[in-house]
């Protein structure tokens, strides 16, 4: 493959992809015919949307390399993330990042926070001596707004859900990642503490220039960090566009759904007012011809 041809191939690619899990009655279509891009430059921030068991994580983890597509491609530069070598593997690794959401679970308690960023300086080669990994491990933590002296040397349980997030997001700082994918990263925080996150998030994008693929089912989140923002209903792609244009103009009645279901900050407007009935959604689709993308 040519340099220019290099240049013209997305960095990572889920291209027509079809998930289904199960046989015969139990068969469920988790993606159906997905397709998402994310260059290389310029950096990127795409949410996907979507209640639960819409396909978001399913798409999420096609990305990632841990879901095979059942068909269709998920591809990093080019080459399927499935048949990748090991020294390819290695550098997909470095390029393609994770946060996921539960914030303890990912940890193993029996090993200090330390280990996470030592494992993560051996394993990539980071550092070439003590000096340098203290170094490393000091800026990567002053970066997500977090003191050293405050985490390192403490367990898990010892950090607040926020502050095992953020490091979390430190590990990935450290490897300087073309690609984060955030699965309902913040969705098991307190709300100032989301905020915080997304706005690290803009950071690396604006600072090092790191795209984001944010999985998440709260809109308001979405339009919080901007960019773009692709709907995802029963495995489909439903509607995709810019944030403002997304929620200030959505198209497709699910969309609509999703909006109408954000809570009103007027504690006098009762929640039930705000919530479209399931068969009002299910008939708005019908009309609407079924479950299609409605691309901007």
Do not use: C
Request: net charge neutral; hydrophobic share 40%.
């Amino acid at each position: 493959m040519t340099a220019q041809s290099t240049a013209q191939v997305p960095l990572l690619e889920l291209r027509n992809v079809t998930t289904v899990f199960g046989q015969g009655s139990g068969r469920t279509v988790a993606n159906d015919n997905v397709t998402i891009q994310i260059e290389e430059s310029p950096p990127r921030l795409l949410s996907i949307v979507g209640e639960s068991g819409s396909g978001k994580t399913t798409a999420a983890r096609s990305l990632l390399g841990l879901q095979p597509p059942t068909s269709g491609q998920a591809l990093w530069r080019g080459r399927d993330i499935y048949k990748l070598h090991r020294q390819e593997k290695h550098q997909f690794r470095r390029e393609v990042q994770a946060v996921f959401q539960d914030p303890y679970g990912i940890y193993n308690p029996f090993y200090k926070i330390n280990r996470v960023f030592d494992m993560t300086i051996k394993k990539f080669d980071l550092a070439k001596g003590r000096i340098e990994r203290i170094e490393l491990i000091d800026e990567a933590l002053k970066a997500v707004n977090l003191r050293p002296p405050d985490v390192l040397g403490r367990y898990p349980h010892q950090l607040s859900g926020g502050e095992r997030q953020r490091v979390m997001l430190a590990r990935a700082y450290l490897l300087k990642p073309k690609v984060i994918v955030a699965d309902e990263a913040i969705s098991m925080l307190d709300v100032a503490v989301r905020a915080v996150i997304m706005n690290i998030l803009l950071d690396f994008k604006e600072r090092l220039g790191i795209s984001t693929v944010f999985i998440t089912h709260d809109l308001s989140a979405a339009y919080y960090l901007g960019g773009e923002i692709m709907v995802m209903q029963r495995g489909k792609t439903v509607e995709t566009g810019t944030s403002v244009g997304v929620m200030e103009n959505p198209r497709h009645p699910y969309t609509r759904l999703l909006l109408e279901s954000i809570p009103s900050p007027d504690p006098d407007k009762r929640w039930e007012d705000r919530s479209a009935p399931v068969e009002e959604l299910e008939q708005a689709i019908v009309e609407a011809g079924g479950v299609e993308a409605i691309p901007r």
